[in-house]
């Protein structure tokens, strides 16, 4: 069965501290992970990783993707209070004449001032 | 410019009602996803459209669960008999199909409240 896991489920540090958040898949015919911030009720893109493109950076926030070892990493520097939020991954694969994301569950990030 | 529009964005209603969730897709946006949201759970999936290919219902959780998308663009989703487990947030994402770019943009949500 097709998942995306995300660990930790819950991760507090304090402002300016670095946290790398993970996402791990098992996922057939993968064809994109997806990073989302989700803050009230919708959450809101990050950065797409493809196989032609396996890094990403913006501004203090990165993310990397390891096809070998099937995962991707998403890096946040300098944290601020306004970095609290649940983080999202999901894994695209072109399921027939559909398309399909899986989701992991999300890790819930907290900081504190 | 316009993005993924829901509405209502607050539903209280009592156990045994039907309700109805309408999503806007972004104009030309031909794939509209609905996704629910229970509190502390991740995104589950229910239910895919994309242009004019039969809908993918794997993840509608019982028959009480209906959607439909009328001309391609405006969606909406059924919920029959409502039920307390019911209670969550309900999103709605579209993207402009492309097996390449997968991008998903999401509205801003219904909670709905079953009392």
């Known amino acids: 069965e097709d998942k995306v896991v995300q660990s930790p489920l819950s991760l507090v540090v304090h402002e300016g501290d670095t946290v790398t958040l993970n996402c791990s898949y098992e996922?057939?015919?993968?064809?994109?992970l997806l990073w989302y911030k989700q803050e009230k009720k919708a959450p809101t893109f990050l950065f797409m990783l493809?196989?032609s493109g396996i890094e990403k950076k913006s501004g203090r926030l990165s993310s990397i993707l390891d096809k070998k070892e099937l995962s991707s990493i998403l890096n946040i520097t300098a944290t601020q209070t306004g970095d609290s939020a649940i983080y999202l991954c999901?894994?695209?694969?072109?399921?027939?004449?559909?398309?399909?994301?899986?989701w992991g569950a999300g890790t819930k990030l907290i900081i504190k001032p | 410019g316009a993005g993924v529009s829901q509405s209502p964005s607050n539903k209280v209603t009592e156990k045994g009602k039907d309700v109805e969730l309408r999503c806007d897709p972004i104009?030309?946006?031909?794939?509209l996803y609905w996704y629910r949201q229970s509190l502390g759970q991740g995104l589950e999936f229910l239910i895919y459209?994309?242009?004019?290919?039969?809908?993918?219902k794997s993840g509608l959780p019982s028959d009480r669960f209906s959607a439909e998308r009328t001309g391609g663009s405006v969606s909406t989703l059924t919920i029959q008999r409502t039920q307390q487990e019911d209670s969550a947030v309900y999103l709605c994402?579209?993207?402009?199909?492309?097996?390449?770019?997968?991008?998903?943009?999401f509205g801003p949500g219904t909670r709905l409240t079953v009392t």
């Open positions: 493809t196989s």
């Open positions: 996922v057939t015919n993968f064809r994109s």
């Open positions: 999901a894994v695209g694969r072109p399921l027939a004449s559909n398309y399909q994301l899986i």
């Open positions: 459209f994309q242009g004019n290919s039969a809908p993918d």
């Open positions: 994402a579209s993207s402009l199909y492309d097996r390449v770019v997968d991008e998903q943009y």
């Open positions: 104009s030309g946006h031909t794939a």
